[in-house]
């Protein structure tokens, strides 16, 4: 049976979407925090086995993951420990096959936070002794309009420096975790890069969501310090501007820049460009 958890989120609920596309809804199970919420609600009348499973609750996760043969773990908390949890509760449920959405630059010495989170789970992952792969996700193109920030709203966008980005379709990315599940062979390594076809700085974002509005965008380099300031004077808990500074120093070191063929030749087709999701999302403003 393969079990998806995080079925709730964006990127799960995705997954899962395409799964039923090319699995009986009977071999699939999510692992999900609220049976109850409206998005399990949906899945269980698909015929989709809703569990309860919360990695933070290790108690919750033998159930969940009963009768596992492929788990898909999306990666939740911004911590790896009960990433880890999930992982060891995988293999003792008998999994062949732990598939897991990392990200892109992940590494321990990666700039940005979550990238050394991820570092730290792929280090558990290699230590399972069953097969195991990490989806090197793109940046999701969805969080593209939350880093441009209130320059969205104000016109000027004041950013630190920055570097190019391979922002990178959720819904792409969906399929690929689902081919991972289904026809593993199809991706390349345990680490396999996924990402959109080209990779673009802000200034370039700057430029698309002017064409998209209509109304010009202009862009100005600000140092780290002011960034900060005006991030939290803007109502960011103090907490996230590592991340969000973190996002930019690991930009402009190239961190985000590297593009892969993997996805294209998964789809079949070019991977969605950000000129695509942006303006999508900003047409829903
Ligand atoms: N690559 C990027 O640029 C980027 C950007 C944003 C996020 N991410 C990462 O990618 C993941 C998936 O993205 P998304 O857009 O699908 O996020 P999302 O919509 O917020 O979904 C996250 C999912 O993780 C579940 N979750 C949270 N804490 C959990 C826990 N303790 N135990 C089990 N499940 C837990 C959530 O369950 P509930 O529904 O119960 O909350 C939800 O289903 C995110 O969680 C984040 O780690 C990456």
Redo the contacts with the bound molecule.
């Keep these: 049976m393969i079990i998806v ?9 995705a997954v899962v979407a395409h799964l039923l596309e090319h699995v009986p809804a009977r071999e699939l199970a999510v ?4 049976p109850r ?1 409206d ?1 399990a609600r949906r899945l269980a009348d698909r015929g989709v086995q809703v569990r309860r ?4 609750e290790p108690a919750t996760l033998p159930t969940a993951f009963a009768d596992a043969s492929r788990v898909l773990i ?5 911590d790896p420990e ?1 990433h880890r949890v ?1 992982v060891e509760a995988a293999v003792t449920a008998g999994a062949g096959h732990i598939v897991y ?1 990392a ?2 630059a992940t590494s321990p010495d990666s700039h940005f936070g ?1 990238a050394r989170q991820h570092a730290a789970t792929e280090q558990d992952l290699a230590t399972t002794g069953i097969a195991t792969t990490s989806l090197r ?4 193109a ?2 593209a309009p939350f880093m441009l920030g209130a320059g969205l709203r104000t016109g000027e966008l004041r950013l630190p420096a920055d570097g190019p980005v391979a922002w ?1 379709a ?1 819904a792409d990315l969906a399929v690929a975790a689902a081919i991972a599940l289904t026809d593993p062979d199809r991706l390349h390594g345990t680490t396999p890069p996924l990402t959109a076809s080209r990779a673009l700085d802000m200034d370039e974002l700057a430029e698309i969501v002017s064409r998209v509005t209509g109304r010009t965008l202009t862009r100005t380099v600000i140092d780290e310090d002011e960034y900060r300031a005006e991030l939290v004077a803007g109502g960011l808990p103090e907490a996230f501007t590592p991340m969000m500074t973190g996002f930019f120093a690991a930009a402009r070191d190239g961190e985000f820049a590297t593009v892969d063929p993997m996805l294209a030749d998964l789809l079949g087709r070019e991977p969605r460009s950000i000129e695509d999701v942006l303006a999508d999302a900003l047409r829903a403003h």
Excluded: E, I, K, Y
Excluded at 31 to 34: E, F, L
Excluded at 137 to 140: A, S, T
């Design positions: 958890t995080g079925a709730t989120g964006q990127l799960g609920g692992s999900v925090r609220d919420s998005a499973g919360d990695f933070t999306v990666s939740g908390p911004a009960p999930a959405t990200h892109m979550p996700n793109g940046f999701h969805s969080s990178t959720q």
